[in-house]
């Protein structure tokens, strides 16, 4: 944790203690966040961490045991933690509230009371409660909920219907709780593209814009330009790791990707590598770049052909890069291909009677026009009949 402590005085007199965690460069937009029954534990204190590694001011509270009373008394105290942040040195720009559970519910009664500019509830403790907010709330907000939470859908559903600046997401097969990692039912599948679409909204209602077209780039020059390990770490958060989807090479930690780097990648391509651009989307937190990867064969390639002796022989193999971002650093990459193509071209792998296929692959596309359902014996049966 790398945090600290204040004190925060509430309007009916009350102090309570907040953990603050402000981003490296100092200074950045807000976030309240609101801990679920649990209170202010480890959990939240590492998810203000990651918002602050995101490039945000978080204020994250130690709630009350018990629920404020319905009335002024209750509004002015949820003004006073926004207050409480907009008064931080640190802060600079809008303001958004976050809640899990509990904190859910009364993120939503801040974003129906407060001035906020955005905010998220992921899976309210009690969402009947939060019914009441919905027609007065105004700025954007994100609700998360847990399938098991499907009681609520149906007057989620007629609560939130027709409202452009709400947006509902329900997580298949979870529970209340399931973004939380050291959870009997934390799911990361869900839990990650819960924090995508958070992050999503945050950046396009409070920013800050991260020029990630440009970060990706640069590491992509320190990797094959320079092939300089020194100048590619530094792209990256202090533990990022990379995973070759088909061959499981990679690393996970700093030292374990920087010795894969330096000993199994960077210096492992062959000379005559060469990437071929095809697309490149680029969202609130990752890129996703389509390319075709050429090489020769004529070194042994550690992370893609892992033991395989140099065979000489040249391939062009369609890949595709999910980079995800923290901020304005890399945190992890997925990269993905066809290994049995890759196989083929080299000459280890007999193509007769398998579905698979060569160099055709990465031709076709770029070359949509090419044939399709050439390995399909099938697809003459189809010809002339309706369609």
């Given at each position: 944790m790398s945090g600290t402590f204040i004190d925060i005085a509430l309007r009916d007199g009350t102090t309570i203690p907040a953990y603050v965690a402000?981003?490296?460069?100092g200074s950045g937009p807000g976030i309240v966040l609101l801990h679920d029954a649990s209170g202010l534990d480890d959990f939240v204190r590492r998810s203000a961490d990651l918002y602050a590694e995101e490039?945000?001011?978080?204020?994250?509270?130690?709630l009350p045991d018990h629920d404020p009373k319905p009335g002024g008394v209750a509004a002015e105290n949820f003004a006073a933690l926004v207050d409480a942040l907009r008064a931080l040195p640190q802060h600079a720009g809008k303001v958004a509230v976050i809640g899990y559970g509990r904190g859910g519910r009364f993120a939503t009664r801040i974003?129906?009371?407060?001035d906020v500019d955005c905010a998220a509830c992921y899976y309210a403790d009690d969402f009947r409660a939060c019914l009441a907010d919905i027609p007065t709330i105004r700025c954007p907000i994100i609700f998360h909920f847990a399938e098991a939470g499907a009681h609520d859908q149906r007057e989620a559903e007629a609560a939130l219907a027709g409202r452009q600046h709400i947006e509902r997401y329900v997580y298949a097969g979870t529970s209340a709780g399931f973004i939380v990692s050291d959870s009997e039912h934390f799911d990361k599948p869900a839990a990650l593209m819960a924090y995508s679409r958070t992050l999503a909204m945050l950046r396009k209602v409070l920013g800050p814009h991260f020029d990630l077209n440009h970060l990706w780039e640069q590491h992509c020059y320190f990797e094959f330009g320079t092939r300089d390990v020194d100048a590619v770490m530094p792209t990256m958060v202090a533990e990022p790791y990379v995973n070759h989807v088909p061959t499981m090479t990679g690393g996970v930690g700093h030292d374990q990707l920087k010795r894969f780097y330096r000993y199994h990648f960077v210096h492992s391509n062959p000379a005559d590598t060469k990437l071929i651009p095809v697309s490149r989307t680029i969202g609130a937190d990752r890129v996703v770049d389509e390319f075709v990867f050429c090489a020769t064969h004529s070194c042994?390639?550690?992370?893609?052909?892992p033991g395989l002796a140099p065979t000489g022989k040249y391939f062009e193999v369609p890949m595709l890069a999910v980079i995800r971002f923290r901020g304005d650093k890399l945190y992890n990459e997925h990269i993905y291909w066809d290994q049995a193509s890759v196989l083929v071209q080299i000459g280890v792998l007999n193509p007769e009677g398998l579905p698979v296929a060569g160099r055709q692959t990465a031709a076709k596309l770029i070359d949509e026009t090419l044939p399709s359902n050439a390995l399909m014996?099938?697809?003459?049966?189809?010809?002339?009949?309706?369609?």
């Open positions: 402000q981003p490296a460069k490039g945000y001011v978080v204020l994250a509270p130690q974003a129906a009371q407060a042994e390639i550690d992370w893609l052909l014996p099938n697809w003459a049966s189809s010809e002339g009949k309706p369609i």
